[in-house]
């Protein structure tokens, strides 16, 4: 059976469930998450898999909802960092494309038939 793509409610919405239905705002974070998953390919459902587990796992270990905001909001950073330092590297240790030649650029001439 075909599950219907749930709806992100607007912001505002989200910040009245976050104060008055804070456990319909996690099963809404969860039933979001599994949709994300199952939408992806074979391979990115398991990397999002794993990752979900090491966010769950922060959120857990947080001892109130700020501190596991900052430390998923380190994650975040740290993982950009990463992917900086990765495309440095890439750029240093690859030759640099060479250098085209000027050329000369003919125009073609329409001909008239007949002529």
């Known amino acids: 059976m075909a599950e219907h793509s749930l ?18 705002l996690e099963e809404l974070r969860q039933r979001l998450t599994a949709q994300l998953i ?43 960092v990463e992917l900086q330092a990765s495309l440095d590297l890439l750029r240093t240790t690859t030759r640099p494309l060479e250098k085209t030649r000027d050329a000369e650029i003919i125009p073609f001439v329409r001909r008239r038939s007949g002529s």
């Open 7 to 24: 709806r992100l409610p607007s912001f505002d919405e989200l910040k009245i469930m976050a104060q008055e239905e804070p456990e319909a």
């Open 38 to 80: 199952q939408n992806a390919s074979p391979r990115g459902r398991r990397r999002l898999q794993g990752l979900a587990f090491v966010i769950d796992a922060e959120r857990r270990k947080a001892h109130n909802p700020m501190q596991a905001c900052i430390r998923l909001s380190q994650m975040m950073l740290d993982s950009a």
